[in-house]
């Protein structure tokens, strides 16, 4: 009897020992499970602000003179000298080039020429006249003699007047075999160089002339509307930032370019000897925000289903939900929203590819679950 009862005794407490064990191990799952539930994934955060009244739009350009002209040659011909070079300041008369005038001099003593034979020719004619008319009066001659040498002069006197013409415009050709500059400016170009044969109107070289500046910008056609002639604006330049000019639009192209799509807006500035011809500007209009856009950075946003989506968070549940926005544009510092977005909502800013329906987060400066319970425990 002892025996039997000796032996059974152990099974009874290995069953117990076993049993406690079962119950620690499922008690320590349990607790493994409930901690695994509480981690959160820390997010990063933008919220959404309200969007101002106005918004400003800029667009970068360079420095011109408001008149620009080609200079070229009247008369055909070899250069054979150029005067100036790129960056040359000019004055009324200053030579720019010469071309080689020989043909254009012998052309003005042809002209010489003729007109001195053709006032030799006035003179015969005259004293034929005058001849004529004596024997007509003394009825020596018949009135059709008188008449033809009264007509043989003013002949005469009309070619004599031709050749005098053609000798002025054959001096003027000469003349022409030198390129002066009729205007004050400074040499932006040149086009043509000694030795080279140009034609009467080609370019040579280009003169931005003295006076007002402007900047020439491009304007994508969803904004020109905000562009019109008299509209003020704001011109900073690159080379300083102390250097702050108002402008006004001058002139709007009536169409825009083929190849760009955008519309050529022309921008006045006052004078300022600071500004040179060439420097970058920045234009800033501001302009009425009728469509209320809002800007959420880069990497807010995302894609689902083919659609472009945000992940906003919900304060009281501290979890994610995906919802569908409307894109204007992309700036250089993000994204702008028409729709889908409010005044306060969280959106994610960070890390949206790891983001999934409900998914609980923690918020920057937020204490997780597991944290507090441990504090608690402690």
Known sequence: MISLNTVKLPSVVTFALLGAVSLAVSGCSEEKKAETKEILRPVKVVEIAKAGDTRVLD???????????????????KITERKVNIGDRLHPGDLIARIDPTDYELAAKT???NLAAAEKGVGTADL?????????????????????????????VSTRDAAASSLDQAKNQVSYAELKADQSGIVTAISADAGAVVAAGTPVASVALDGEKEVL???????????????????????????????????????ADAQSRTFAVRV????????????????????????THVAIPLAALAEKDGKKIVWVVDRDAATVHA????????TGDGVNVSDGLNTGDLVVAAGTQFMTENLKVKLPGQQSASAEATDVVR
């Open 59 to 77: 667009y970068s350009g360079a420095v011109k003179a408001r008149v620009e002209t080609s200079l070229g040659f009247r008369v055909a011909g």
């Open 111 to 113: 002209a010489e020429a």
């Open 128 to 156: 034929a006249n005058k001849r004529a008319q004596q024997l007509f009066d003394k009825s020596v001659t018949a009135k059709s003699q008188m008449e033809q040498a009264s007509l043989s002069y003013d002949q005469a």
């Open 217 to 255: 910008i491009a304007v994508p056609e969803n904004d020109i509307a905000e562009f019109k002639p008299g509209k003020t604006v704001k011109a900073s330049f690159w080379s300083s930032d102390k250097l702050v000019l108002d402008g006004k639009v001058r002139e709007v192209a009536g169409s």
């Open 268 to 291: 006045s500035l006052p004078n300022d000897d600071r500004v040179l011809l060439g420097m970058t500007a920045t234009i800033e209009a501001n302009v009425s925000n009728a469509k």
């Open 323 to 330: 919802r569908d926005v409307t894109v204007v544009d992309f």
